[in-house]
């Protein structure tokens, strides 16, 4: 019970980690990046492949992570997303081309790394570290567990009170509020974009290699299942909302772990998912979604 | 004119291009029409063309690839050693990218080239399920590799070089009588057909017949990427055993998460984990065994010849597929010279001929076909912490 509960936290921390960069890319400049799932198994993948020339540390795999995850984030909307926006009349119509574009350029880091690899399994054996199991009473705990616990409560709670209390956070959800008043205000949406995408992708190619030596091996398909789950977590929880996402993605876990534990594997989707719908009925804007206000 | 009244000629053109259409897509079809291959009569033409519709990308590319590094040095050795006199095998290689229907569409474009005298199929069960019909349907000879579901050999155009894997999964019970087991659990994957027949049937009867009581067993879909909760349900009991059915990536997460959950045993597993696919578990990898149809160390002549053959060419040594597509080929030559011509419905006599008699080839010496599918005993392999090692074969198996 305790050791299935160890893996249900660790295992939300992981889809915390994953959408947290998605949820901030979303919520505060309205980018719902499809290609976050690529960026992320690609951090992991330039980091598999620096490994086969010198077996980096932890510490240095994750710097490399995040760097490959930020840059190719930033690529993507360059070369993407703010094209789009320049060139659709409102963003209510470039929305659904973002996602549209995302998802095909999701398709070239996949291909590169599925024409490297085979489409075969890749993962960090050749890395100086290689987590280690405590037995503490009946409970296996490995260091990675923990530091994946801890890093996604770090993360999740300085971004929260990043978005909350500074005034370039203030300045970020001012864009997510209403972007053309923001940018009346001072506010230059063009470099708050370009950051925030950096920090999502940031937080994607942590994600990635955390991930990597948690699971032992990943495919360049990885990212994609990943996507649809951060995606649930994040309308579970509420678009814009850091709490929310956390809720959302610890709401999953313990969904899954449950209905694995009583039902069987195969059940885990639909149950998780019917689950997630259910409470969207009751409250579509999400568990701590904000009403929209309109004057009357 | 009345303005609300369409001409008479509209509707009229719709239904004359509707049925153009239609008429157009029925010549198309493969579905018991279309092209009827090279003719019959005056010996094989100077070029036999064959395609091979294998995923070259996607989540199996390495068994596609891997498969036509196996049909191109096969038909290699064919046209070098002049075995068709001046004849000749090209052979058109189309990628699947893994995708049934493109699978099948693809098939449908050799049906309807008259040039092609045969086919050689998808290696993934779903693709080969979705040819096997077309390619029957249209008389196209088709031989297929791996693909181990029913519904692939169909009818008297379809033919396998590897028997399903329940059949010579059975072989295992050596080692799991060897192991002293007395209770087992089974993690094993839903997402493919041959891995869920093996755990839900077969590995339950052989443990039933070795005395070996099941106390777990957690299947998991393919989407499964962490099995930490799996592998807590199938140690809850604390088996002396355990088996580990799953495809791809899922293999090595799966044994690493194991030894982390602290397992220490002997892994039962599948073909499914070969050929470098539990590398990044490094040393946690090491202690899974699985039974498959061929495997370099194999010491039987014509097998060691192929694997001499195979690392000349490529400078690595073969997968199973690479194995099991060179007999492929050679059973399709073998064919066209017994037909002496590359007519579709002559290839599938002599195919019917020649598996009719004893079969050597990569995967072994003096096989049989049973209803149109070669039957491969097998071997025993372990995966070690350098590599892969031959435990036993089929044949040192007691009855």
């Not at chain 2, 309807?112 to 029957?136: H, K, L, M, R, W």
Request: net charge negative; glycine share 10%; with cysteine.
């Amino acid at each position: 019970m305790l050791q299935d509960l160890l893996g249900a936290v660790t295992l939300g921390s992981i889809y915390l980690m994953f959408a947290l960069g998605m949820s901030l890319a979303w919520g505060s400049i309205g980018i719902l990046n499809f290609a976050h799932g690529s960026i992320f198994m690609f951090a992991a993948f330039v980091g598999y492949l620096v490994l086969a020339q010198s077996p980096l540390s932890l510490i240095a795999l994750v710097a490399l992570g995040v760097t490959v995850g930020a840059l190719l984030s930033v690529l993507v909307h360059v070369v993407a997303f703010e094209q789009i926006t320049r060139w659709t009349k409102d963003h209510r119509t470039a929305e659904m081309q973002i996602l549209i574009g995302g998802i095909g350029i999701a398709g070239i880091p996949l291909a590169l790394a599925q024409y490297e690899t085979r489409s075969n399994p890749f993962g960090f054996t050749q890395s100086s570290f290689q987590p280690t199991v405590h037995v503490v009473g009946d409970l296996r705990v490995s260091d990675l567990q923990v530091l994946i616990v801890v890093a996604a409560a770090v993360l999740t709670t300085a971004i929260a009170l990043w978005l909350r209390h500074s005034r370039q956070g203030l300045a970020l959800r001012s864009i997510g509020v209403d972007a053309e008043v923001a940018s009346m205000m001072g506010v230059n949406r063009r470099r708050f974009a370009i950051v925030t995408m950096a920090v999502a992708g940031g937080l994607a190619g942590l994600a990635a290699v955390l991930y990597t030596f948690y699971v032992g091996a990943l495919t360049p398909e990885s990212g994609e299942t990943l996507i649809i789950k951060a995606f649930a977590c994040i309308i579970l929880g509420g678009v814009g909302s850091m709490a929310g996402v956390a809720v959302g993605a610890f709401a999953l876990a313990f969904a899954e772990t449950l209905v694995l534990t009583n039902f069987g594997g195969l059940w885990v989707d639909a149950i998780s998912f019917s689950l997630i719908f259910a409470v969207l009925l009751l409250r579509p804007a999400g568990l701590f979604g904000k009403k929209a206000v309109r004057r009357t | 004119m009345n303005a609300n009244k369409l001409p008479w000629w509209r509707p009229v053109s719709v239904v004359a291009v509707v049925g153009a259409l239609l008429a157009a897509s029925a010549c198309g079809s493969g579905e018991g029409g279309g092209a009827a291959g090279p003719e019959s009569g005056d010996g094989l033409p100077p070029v036999v063309r064959v395609v091979s519709t294998n995923p070259v990308t996607g989540p199996a590319a390495q068994n596609g690839i891997a498969a036509n590094e196996g049909h191109h040095l096969a038909i290699k050795e064919i046209n070098e050693s002049g075995f068709l006199g001046d004849t000749t095998i090209e052979m058109e290689e189309v990628d699947t990218a893994g995708d049934s229907q493109t699978a099948a569409s693809e098939l449908t474009k050799a049906i309807t080239d008259d040039s092609v005298s045969a086919v050689f199929g998808a290696v993934q069960s779903e693709s080969a399920v979705a040819q096997a019909p077309i390619a029957q349907n249209s008389k196209m000879p088709i031989i297929f590799t791996q693909a181990g579901s029913d519904g692939v050999v169909i009818g008297e155009y379809t033919f396998r070089l590897t028997p399903t894997m329940n059949v010579y999964y059975p072989i295992l019970s050596k080692f799991m009588k060897e192991q002293g087991w007395k209770t087992m659990g089974i993690l094993y994957t839903a997402a493919t057909p041959s891995l869920e027949m093996i755990g839900e049937e077969t590995l339950p009867a052989m443990a039933e017949e070795l005395g070996i009581e099941v106390v777990s067993s957690v299947a998991t879909q393919g989407s499964t990427q962490d099995f930490t909760a799996p592998i807590s349900q199938l140690l809850k009991d604390d088996p002396d055993g355990v088996a580990v059915l799953l495809i791809g990536a899922a293999n090595p997460t799966a044994m690493t998460q194991l030894r982390q959950a602290g397992y220490e045993g002997a892994v039962l597993g599948s073909a499914a984990a070969a050929s470098g696919v539990l590398d990044p578990a490094g040393e946690d990898g090491a202690g899974m065994v699985w039974p498959v149809g061929y495997h370099p160390s194999m010491e039987y002549e014509a097998s060691q010849k192929f694997t001499e053959a195979f690392r000349e060419e490529y400078g690595e040594d073969p997968m199973f597929n690479s194995a099991d597509s060179y007999d492929a080929a050679w059973f399709f030559a073998r064919a066209l010279k017994r037909a002496n011509s590359a007519n579709r419905e002559d290839i599938q006599k002599a195919l019917d001929e020649i598996a009719a008699e004893p079969w050597t080839g990569a995967l072994g010496e003096n096989l049989t076909f049973t209803d149109r599918i070669l039957d491969v005993p097998g071997v025993v392999v372990e995966k070690t912490a350098d590599g892969e090692k031959l435990l036993y074969y089929a044949s040192d198996v007691e009855e």
